[in-house]
């Protein structure tokens, strides 16, 4: 069955996908059975693209939705002030209040630095964390990752 396919081949890129994005588990674990239900019917994949990366749009729009969903139940601009507030410390006046030692993981290669940059990505504040995967990770433009 082609479901069964999907889900084997498919569904662990799906959820790195999603859980770089949300940094939830549970979300991203919604996200990609939400997104493989939606291509069960839909069922139109014309493979003008690898079945991955249709899989792969359909997840990421998914992502999009849980987003949109978590700003609509939460009071997003005050946890994005607080988030703010909380780093104010950190970074002044378009500089670092301290100076930063070089990342250690700078230096790494491959899979270490995959691996590093995803954590890090992981430990940011959540909106800074979607706001970096929305506009630099997906490409999508200024305005629409404000929207």
């Known amino acids: 069955m082609r479901a069964e396919r999907w889900l084997r081949e498919h569904a662990d890129a799906m959820y790195a996908y999603a859980v770089m994005r ?33 899989l792969i749009g359909i997840c990421r729009h998914k992502v999009l939705d849980c987003l949109r969903r978590r700003a609509r139940e939460s009071a997003w601009g005050d946890r994005v002030r607080a988030e703010t507030d909380a780093e104010e ?8 209040a301290v100076a930063q030692e070089p990342w250690e993981g700078a230096r790494l290669e491959g899979e270490a630095a995959r691996r590093e940059l995803a954590e890090a990505i992981a430990a940011l504040p959540e909106a800074m964390r979607t706001a970096l995967c929305l506009r630099e990770i997906d490409g999508m433009s200024t305005e629409k990752t404000c929207d």
């Open 22 to 54: 949300l940094g939830r588990a549970g979300d991203a674990e919604d996200c990609v059975q939400e997104a493989l239900l939606a291509a069960i019917q839909a069922d139109d994949f014309r493979g003008e693209a690898a079945e991955r990366t249709w």
């Open 89 to 96: 410390g950190a970074f002044r006046g378009g500089s670092w």
